[in-house]
């Protein structure tokens, strides 16, 4: 195993500080920390990315098997986090989307990343904001293109 560079150790330490941060923030959401336990919120979060999923779809985004997705949906619906519709032209199909309740929760969980960017940004001067924003869009394109099949 290679040692970490002095840059890794302190993108390390940034990457720990902002994932605390996240902890933090969603735990002093009561509504987020009690209604959710940390993998229906994982599933909320999948959920709201798209108008209506199939319970496979979300399953597979979680990397869980089908009766382990089953059971958490279910749970989820039955707290009217999620509701079941059922396919209009396939009765074997239902399609997941989210209740009000859903809708409120996903939209508090939205408004934690703008507050760790915040924080992060709130004590830096302009021209340092600038530079922090630009480093960022380098880091996020070089990841984006990492994760694009090679030709």
Known sequence: MTQPTRESARVAKLVGLV??????IESTLPLLSRELSQMERKALKVAAQGKRMTIGAIGSALG????TTTWLIGGLVDREVFRREADA????KV???????GLSLARLMERIPDRIAADL???LDPD??????GLVDTALG???RAGEPQE
């Not at 869980?64 to 009766?67: A, D, E, R």
């Not at 032209?89 to 074997?92: E, V």
């Not at 399609?95 to 309740?101: D, G, S, V």
């Open 121 to 123: 940004l709130y004590k």
């Open 142 to 144: 070089r990841m984006e």
């Open 128 to 133: 340092q904001r600038e530079v922090f924003a």
């Open 19 to 24: 994932v605390d941060r996240y902890q933090e």
């Open 64 to 67: 869980l098997p089908p009766s």
């Open 89 to 92: 032209d396939d009765r074997r």
């Open 95 to 101: 399609w997941i989307t989210l209740a009000e309740k």
